[in-house]
């Protein structure tokens, strides 16, 4: 049947079921989508994508992305160099500045230990934390709470521990705005073991 | 906020917004994931979408996409070309084609008719058909049954019944497969009126 297409239209098919959680159909809805831009678009997009490729690289430092050298998180005097948030993904890295209220370092691991995937501490960013905890105080660890995050975190726990730095675990817990009948059990018994005095 | 990312992955960002049902979240996510595609692919989705938009047009007689003048269906000796499908988009085309039972030709208008979005008949590909009706013996509309679609359709049957040529609809009813409990009232009502006698 894909005889049907025009062979660069199977190609750009092909190419867009790369993106995450793109099938057959929906990576034809986009192909026909981009055949109805103009010229000029198209030209952007694909300049775009080789610029993005050439000039994005990793932080040396925290591994976050960056354009040159250290990205701009590292390079900001003005945020605090003595915490560093652990996680896993550099998606969470922006999520977190959305909130505009930590103004400390990160340290993007790259992805999380699953053995499912073959994926070992050795593959993840971790050795450049251990390299860089000189004169740091605290290090958060953001990590998503699945089976893979808990392992991760778990794993960073216990080799944090024989530095000389305060290893903190993000909160686990109800969302706002979540109701409580809702809620999955394994959430809700962590929203319990986190409770905290509301006492002044 | 969007100061955090590097330009050329803010560009890509909003580039990936123009995909249908893309917003800022989805745009990210694919942004990342092209991030971490080798350079030979990125350089290889680049020149394809370049191929896509400079190779492929519309087919003169019917619309649908062609690499070069008429489409592979129009030119198909072998197919009937006394019978044309009317179609609203290529990917129609595809999904039709995909069933192996249709062997006429088709004819794609290239949307619908909508008053909200303005679109108009003069909008769509329908001169061209009413020029292409000369030894054609069936004209089969084969439009969504959505509410432009509808419109569309009979916008279609009230200007070909001026012309000597047997206008059909493809059927509207309960999908095979579907529950009756959980069908919507007018596709009950459609199964209904369209019911067949099943005596031989």
Same mark, same amino acid.
């Given at each position: 049947?894909?005889?049907?297409?025009?062979?660069?239209?199977?190609?750009?098919?092909?190419?867009?079921?790369?993106?995450?959680?793109?099938?057959?159909?929906?990576?034809?809805?986009?192909?026909?989508?981009?055949?109805?831009?103009?010229?000029?678009?198209?030209?952007?997009?694909?300049?775009?994508?080789?610029?993005?490729?050439?000039?994005?690289?990793?932080?040396?430092?925290?591994?976050?992305?960056?354009?040159?050298?250290?990205?701009?998180?590292?390079?900001?005097?003005?945020?605090?160099?003595?915490?560093?948030?652990?996680?896993?993904?550099?998606?969470?890295?922006?999520?977190?500045?959305?909130?505009?209220?930590?103004?400390? *370092?990160?340290?993007? %691991?790259? #992805? =999380?230990?699953?053995?499912?995937?073959? $994926?070992? !501490?050795?593959?993840?960013?971790? &050795?450049? *934390?251990?390299?860089? %905890?000189? #004169? =740091?105080?605290?290090?958060?660890?953001? $990590?998503? !709470?699945?089976?893979?995050?808990? &392992?991760?975190?778990?794993?960073?726990?216990?080799?944090?521990?024989?530095?000389?730095?305060?290893?903190?675990?993000?909160?686990?817990?109800?969302?706002?705005?979540?109701?409580?009948?809702?809620?999955?059990?394994?959430?809700?018994?962590?929203?319990?073991?986190?409770?905290?005095?509301?006492?002044?």
């Amino acid at each position: 049947m894909s005889d049907i297409y025009p062979k660069s239209l199977g190609r750009l098919i092909e190419d867009l079921k790369h993106l995450p959680g793109v099938g057959e159909k929906t990576a034809q809805r986009y192909a026909f989508s981009l055949l109805k831009e103009d010229h000029l678009f198209i030209e952007s997009l694909a300049q775009d994508l080789r610029d993005v490729k050439r000039e994005i690289i990793s932080c040396p430092k925290c591994g976050f992305i960056s354009e040159k050298g250290r990205c701009m998180i590292c390079d900001d005097l003005l945020r605090d160099h003595t915490t560093i948030m652990v996680v896993s993904y550099d998606q969470d890295v922006i999520a977190m500045e959305k909130t505009d209220t930590y103004h400390g *370092l990160y340290h993007v %691991l790259k #992805g =999380v230990i699953s053995s499912s995937k073959g $994926i070992y !501490p050795e593959d993840l960013n971790i &050795t450049s *934390l251990l390299d860089r %905890l000189d #004169g =740091v105080k605290e290090v958060i660890i953001a $990590i998503s !709470p699945t089976i893979d995050g808990e &392992t991760t975190a778990l794993y960073l726990e216990k080799i944090l521990a024989k530095y000389d730095v305060l290893v903190t675990r993000i909160a686990h817990g109800l969302p706002m705005g979540a109701s409580l009948d809702y809620a999955d059990e394994l959430t809700l018994i962590q929203a319990l073991n986190n409770r905290r005095s509301i006492k002044e």
